[in-house]
């Protein structure tokens, strides 16, 4: 399995960098192929919202920035692993500007091969995943029709174990 790991935090040594290292790690010894993405050190402007991409760009975004390596990532993915910390209830805004430039790639409907999704965050305080698991179970699991894989959180018991559960059973 193809699977595309967009890190949003730019802690690069941080709790959510440690989360996407044992998911990769679980995940390429049990056979998948891990692509993983450090948006925070990527150039990915926010959407314009000038619907170039579902008009004469044909599903291609107006922008010409790093997003166009993720975008080439796209077709194939068959999961895709969202990682942030959280910051003022949410995601960050880097990972968020991609989310938005999502909307040329995945309008109406994600490309036939992705399938699953999963998220891994983390917080100083463990109330604080509301938002982001709105996003999650909204844009993803309900919008996309994506098979959510869980939300695993550094304030998880076992967290590490977990996700090497998780990778283990795909």
């Known amino acids: 399995m193809k699977i595309l790991v967009l890190n949003g935090s730019p802690r690069l040594n941080g ?3 440690e989360m996407v290292s044992v998911f990769q790690d679980a995940a390429e010894s049990n056979g998948h192929i891990v692509k993983i993405f450090n948006v925070c050190k990527m150039n990915i402007k926010g959407c314009l919202a000038c ?9 291609k975004c ?3 920035d790093d997003m166009q390596a993720i975008y080439a990532e796209l077709p194939d993915t068959e999961m895709l692993v969202l990682a942030a910390p959280i910051y003022y209830h949410g995601i960050s805004g880097q990972l ?10 995945l309008y109406p409907s994600a490309p036939p091969a992705l399938k699953k999704v999963a998220m891994f965050l983390s917080s100083g ?3 604080m995943y509301d938002g982001a698991r709105f996003s999650y179970e909204g844009d993803f ?28 059973s795909l």
Do not use: P, W
Not at 96 to 105: G, P, Q
Not at 143 to 168: P, Q, W
């Open 15 to 17: 709790n959510t960098a």
């Open 51 to 59: 619907e170039y991409c579902h008009g004469a760009g044909q599903g």
């Open 62 to 64: 107006v922008q010409k």
């Open 96 to 105: 968020k500007c991609v989310i938005d430039r999502f909307y040329s790639a």
């Open 125 to 127: 305080d463990d109330n």
């Open 141 to 168: 699991i309900g919008y996309l029709g994506l098979e959510g894989c869980g939300i695993f959180t550094n304030h998880d018991e076992d967290v590490s174990e977990k996700i090497r559960e998780m990778a283990a």
